[in-house]
């Protein structure tokens, strides 16, 4: 290499890393921005992230079903196994669907609006709590009462103003959107499953065509494989344990005659979706609604119950049915469950912990080839 070559190759890399610092320093200046696209992005996107969610949470009983149907001496029957397993999962499906709206959301929009109507009586409950304090109490001089009364004060005045009801509105008919990509998700779930060779077939036919080193793509298989396998275990076996922790805590609440028991065990179960702190915020939350609406003798009496389940669930049920570990230290939940609510809300929280546990083992696995390769 000549003196002039080599005084350009110089630069390059000087080049490179003032590119990168220029992309960088955009990045975080319009970093707003670029999460509020992203999160239009997921939004038009969502359809088919729940069809492949809910194809991870019933591809188990798919399979079982398929199984039981490639068994039957009806040769016609056992031809089309998979065809027939699919048919079955979607009949069962509109069964928990039709009961979920006809019983279930009738019972959780009752608790929701007995709630909201039992919210002054328990503000005011509050408040002659506070006004009752003794003068020489601690909190006497804080003035929460008064501060209490102003808050509540300036609340109503905001659901009262034309704003409030607008985005009550959009909130209207965002739900209304949510619920059809669910559905629409549903039925994209189907099709997955009843095609997955055949998209698992292209997918391996487009690696072919775009990557032509067979050591690059046995790489990428053993990425994805491993994406999926985490994938797997976080949707299909937090799904199952979810419901588990929905029906334990519902009945608990029922059984001690806690008010709004429905909605706060449909509480349980979609916070148990967040590794180690998902199951902690519920119970929080939980007895803190019963303390506002029961006293303090319910609130610590279904306390109790809610603390042994939750061991129980922890160190038996949920090992018991996830079999396999992700293997995540706690200290990266709570970074990844922090930063996923802070940019993308609850569902950010929901996706945090099995895309941190992805990127972690990317990460092992780029620096162990790197160290077998040096």
């Not at 109490?137 to 009462?145: D, Q, V």
């Not at 102003?150 to 704003?163: H, P, R, V, W, Y």
């Not at 072919?208 to 050591?215: D, F, P, Y």
Request: glycine share 6%.
């Amino acid at each position: 290499m000549n003196k002039e070559n080599f005084e350009r190759a110089k630069w390059i890399p000087i080049c490179l890393i003032a590119v990168l610092l220029m992309i960088i320093y955009k990045t975080i200046d319009n970093l707003t921005q670029i999460t509020t696209e992203i999160s239009r992005f997921l939004w038009v996107v969502s359809p088919l992230l729940f069809g492949v969610l809910f194809a991870y949470f019933l591809y188990i009983p798919h399979l079982k079903i398929e199984s039981l149907f490639r068994k039957s001496k009806v040769r016609f029957v056992s031809n089309r196994a998979r065809g027939f397993s699919t048919i079955s999962v979607f009949l069962l499906l509109i069964m928990i669907v039709s009961f979920i709206i006809a019983v279930i959301i009738p019972m959780i929009i009752t608790s929701i609006i007995d709630l909201a109507n039992s919210i002054p009586i328990y503000v005011n409950s509050i408040l002659d709590f506070f006004d009752d304090i003794p003068a020489d109490s601690f909190w006497y001089g804080m003035n929460i009462a008064d501060n209490l009364r102003e808050a509540t004060a300036n609340i109503l005045n905001e659901q009262l103003s034309f704003g409030a009801i607008e985005q009550f509105a959009r909130g209207i008919i965002s739900f209304a959107g949510g619920m059809f990509n669910i559905l629409l998700g549903l039925v994209i779930s189907l099709y997955i499953l009843l095609e997955r060779e055949k998209i698992t077939e292209f997918f391996r036919r487009l690696s072919n065509a775009v990557i032509k080193k067979e050591r690059a793509r046995s790489r990428l298989t053993k990425y994805l494989g491993q994406i999926n396998k985490v994938l797997f275990t976080f949707i299909a076996s937090k799904g199952l344990d979810s419901i588990i922790n929905l029906v334990a805590v519902t009945t608990i609440l029922l059984i001690f005659r806690v008010p709004h028991a429905p909605l706060l065990g449909l509480l349980a179960g979609m916070f148990n979706f967040i590794p180690y702190l998902g199951s902690l915020i519920a119970v929080f939350l939980i007895t803190t609604i019963t303390l506002i609406t029961g006293g303090v003798e319910k609130a610590l009496i279904v306390l109790i119950p809610l603390l042994i389940f939750q061991q129980l669930d922890g160190n038996f049920i949920e090992p018991r049915i996830m079999k396999s570990s992700l293997k995540i230290s706690p200290i990266l939940v709570i970074i990844a469950v922090v930063v996923g609510g802070a940019y993308f809300g609850i569902f950010g929280m929901f996706l945090a912990v099995p895309i941190a546990v992805i990127i972690k083992q990317i990460l092992i696995e780029y620096v162990s080839h790197s160290e077998e390769k040096s």
